[in-house]
Each structure stands twice: as C-alpha cells, then as structure tokens.
C-alpha cells in the first residue's frame, strides 16, 4: 500500500498546496485531509499515515497556536521537512451572487487578519465568521442553505467548489507567505544538506533575571544565528513560559550540538524538534562573534531615548 499523508483539510487548503510541494509524488488518494491541526499531529502519531503537514507561521500573523501548542506539549513528533508557501486571496461566491449582495464573508481566522483593509474599504458593512480553514469557508458557501454569501480563500478552493470569483488580491500584503512543517514518528533526522534548520523548545528552570540572556548564549557565543525565537505559555500556570527556538544548522554540526549541550545544562527541560532541510536559501554559519563595543554615542542616544520615554515623548 503507498503511503500517505495528512494535512489541514478540507480540499484546497494551502496546506495542500505545502504537501503537494514537499511530497509532489504523492497522489490524490495518498493526500488525506483533516478536520484541524490536532487531527493531522495523532494522525501521524497513530501511525495511520506516514507524516502529516501543517502550518507552523506566517509572515503577518505570526505562529500558528495550534500547531506550536502540539508540538510544545503533545506526543513528540519530529520536524523532517518544511517549505514556504506564497499566500494569495480572492472572494468567492456562489454563481449569480454579485459584490454588492455579499452580507456575510467567512474565512480562517489568519486571512481575515490579513484582508481587514480591503474588507474595510470594498465591503465596511458585512459581517466577518471565522472557520477552521479558507478552504472550509469556500466549501460552507457552496453548500445549499449555506450560512454565508462569500469566502476568502485560495483562488484553487474556490474553483474547487464550484464558485466564481467577486475579486482577486484581497490580500492587504502583496508578499505575505505561510510557512509549512512536515511531521514524522521521532527517528534519526535526514542527513545535512548544508542548508538546514534546527528547532527546539526550551523549558527554563525558573523565572529569574538573566533566564533569557542564558539561553541565547548557548548560540551566540558559538556563531549560531536564530531565525525564530516566540515564547509560549507552557499550560503549566500562569506566567510559565517557555522558548520556541529555530536555529540555522544541524544537530550534526559541531558547533550546533554544543550549543544544544549548553542549553541543556542551564534549561529544565529541552525538546529537540529536529534538524531538516532549509527552504528557500542555503544556511551559512558564521564565527563566534563578541558583541560590539558600544560608544560615546550610543550612551547618550541612549539616554535622550530614556529621557524621552520618561517624560511621554514619543519614540
């Protein structure tokens, strides 16, 4: 039997589209769909498919909070692949259905943040509902009795189910992308290309001055760059944080495993999430560095900014 592989469904989502990138030989039936991010993460933890994909970030909205709270405190699954998806919006409606009888607009909680402005300008008096995907919105539209007139999604989910298009590049960012991870059962991580990623989740031991300095330590002093560094409640209590950290190099690489050894002694806890091939440019790793001096200068710009702030100038 072919393998297959979970994603954030239904048809038409951009996930779709991520797994279509990262497994291009997977074919329609290998592609299963699922209802919501926790759904693809037992998927694979279950064994039911082979690896599953998922939305990490996007460059407007940030991290995706179901993904990252699964990969903080679910079953460890490991990061083996990832890829960048460009993110583009279009209103759809069913056939007849004209801009100006559009009342209700339903979209992913993530589009409707980056549509806001052109909602505001093109139509200021509908209502907005949020689904669990773009693709889901295109799909409750054209249903029959559906409960709303349009949906903001991927011109593919739109065509997918039979509506047309009321307008194209609703997007208030013409560049806005959407980061994908490819999950798999915990192994040993694929070979190093050069251009890699590592990522982990550090627990700190406690809440004390210093607590962060100490984690980006471990990297700087090594010349190891972080291209994403979000803190996270752990769902321990309130005010437990931890650190959700993406490195560039491989947990092969000498300096990146020392730099995972120190933070091992200073952290609580440390979940590896992996190291995996690097989309879109090639990693370079640069020497240890100290931190520049700072001059004259820099302290009495320093203390006019202070100055400013204290007496409610603006920065």
Same mark, same amino acid.
Request: contains cysteine; glycine residues 8%.
């Given at each position: 039997?072919?393998?297959?592989?979970?994603?954030?469904g239904?048809?038409?989502?951009?996930?779709?589209?991520?797994?279509? $990138?990262?497994?291009?030989?997977?074919?329609d039936? $290998?592609?299963?769909?699922?209802?919501?991010?926790?759904?693809?993460?037992?998927?694979v933890?279950?064994?039911?498919?082979?690896?599953g #994909? #998922?939305?990490l970030e996007?460059? #407007?909205?940030?991290?995706?909070?179901?993904?990252?709270?699964?990969l903080?405190?679910?079953?460890?699954l490991?990061i083996?692949?990832?890829t960048?998806?460009p993110?583009?919006?279009?209103?759809?409606a069913?056939p007849g259905?004209?801009?100006?009888?559009v009342k209700?607009?339903?979209t992913?909680p993530?589009?409707?943040?980056?549509?806001r402005?052109?909602?505001?300008r093109?139509?200021?008096?509908?209502?907005?509902?949020?689904?669990?995907s773009?693709?889901?919105?295109?799909?409750?539209v054209?249903?029959?009795g559906?409960?709303?007139?349009?949906?903001i999604? $991927?011109?593919?989910?739109?065509?997918?189910?039979?509506?047309?298009?009321?307008?194209?590049?609703v997007g208030?960012?013409?560049?806005?992308?959407t980061?994908f991870?490819?999950?798999?059962?915990?192994?040993?991580?694929?070979?190093?290309?050069?251009a890699?990623?590592?990522?982990?989740?550090?627990?700190?031991?406690?809440d004390?001055?210093?607590?962060?300095i100490?984690?980006?330590t471990?990297?700087a002093?090594?010349?190891?760059?972080?291209?994403?560094?979000?803190?996270?409640?752990?769902?321990?209590?309130?005010g437990?944080?931890?650190?959700c950290?993406?490195?560039?190099?491989?947990?092969?690489?000498a300096?990146v495993g020392?730099?995972?050894m120190g933070?091992?002694?200073?952290?609580r806890?440390?979940?590896?999430?992996?190291?995996?091939?690097r989309?879109?440019?090639?990693?370079?790793?640069?020497?240890?560095?100290?931190p520049?001096?700072?001059?004259?200068?820099d302290?009495?710009?320093?203390?006019r900014?202070?100055?400013?702030i204290?007496?409610g100038?603006?920065d």
């Open positions: 039997m072919p393998d297959r592989y979970a994603y954030l239904p048809e038409g989502t951009f996930t779709e589209a991520a797994l279509r $990138a990262l497994r291009p030989d997977a074919t039936t $290998a592609r299963i769909p699922c209802e919501g991010v926790a759904a693809v993460f037992d998927a933890r279950t064994g039911a498919v082979e690896g #994909v #998922v939305p996007n460059s #407007v909205e940030g991290g995706v909070t179901s993904t990252i709270a699964e903080i405190g679910g079953e460890p490991a083996t692949g990832e960048a998806v993110v583009e919006f279009a209103l759809f069913r259905v004209t801009l100006n009888d209700t607009v339903a992913h993530h589009a409707l943040a980056q549509c402005g052109w909602l505001a093109h139509l200021p008096d509908a209502e907005t509902h949020t689904v669990s773009t693709a889901a919105a295109a799909r409750a054209s249903e029959p559906a409960s709303y007139d349009a949906a999604c $991927a011109v593919i989910a739109g065509e997918r189910y039979g509506l047309r298009a009321l307008a194209t590049g208030d960012r013409a560049d806005a992308a980061r991870i490819y999950l798999s059962r915990p192994g040993r991580p694929p070979a190093p290309t050069g890699d990623l590592t990522s982990v989740v550090a627990f700190i031991a406690d004390h001055p210093g607590a962060l100490e984690v980006l471990q990297f002093v090594r010349g190891v760059n972080l291209t994403r560094l979000e803190s996270r409640p752990t769902g321990d209590k309130l437990s944080y931890c650190f950290i993406d490195a560039e190099g491989h947990v092969a690489d300096r020392e730099a995972l933070l091992r002694r200073v952290c806890d440390v979940r590896f999430l992996g190291s995996y091939p989309s879109g440019r090639a990693t370079e790793l640069d020497p240890p560095l100290s520049r001096p700072a001059t004259e200068a302290y009495a710009e320093s203390e900014w202070l100055a400013r204290r007496s100038g603006v």
